[in-house]
């Protein structure tokens, strides 16, 4: 193949908005070229009798009747809950800042 590859760490990380000091984007420019130079190592196989595949294993879906079935009661469900409001509400912690109740 081409040999070395050629990647700019410091353009990856610009494009990813990261500030990287001299060491760390040294260390970063030297594992990316070695990921890449392993994908090039993997270019150079013969795969042309290989079937593509997206597992190693097969998988298939197991289906099953969607039935209704008896609900669990109101109560029950609600002791699972880390708090209540009005014993009929799931307390959660605010997420926004203005969020309020």
């Known amino acids: 193949m081409s040999g070395k ?4 760490a410091g353009y990856v ?3 990813a908005r ?16 070695e990921i ?4 090039e190592q993997l270019d150079e196989l013969d795969v042309s009798g290989i079937e593509p595949t997206a597992h ?3 998988l298939s ?3 099953r009747e969607d039935v209704a079935g008896q609900p669990f009661a109101r109560d029950v469900m609600l ?10 509400l ?12």
Do not use: C
């Open 5 to 8: 590859v050629n990647i700019d």
């Open 13 to 15: 990380a610009q494009l």
């Open 18 to 33: 990261l500030e990287l000091d001299d060491e760390t984007r040294a260390r970063l420019q030297h594992d990316l070229e």
């Open 36 to 39: 890449l130079g392993y994908i």
């Open 56 to 58: 190693a294993a097969a």
């Open 61 to 63: 879906n197991v289906w």
């Open 79 to 88: 002791k699972n809950a880390p708090a209540v409001i009005d014993d009929e």
């Open 90 to 101: 799931v307390k959660v912690p605010k997420v926004l800042p203005s969020e309020e109740m």
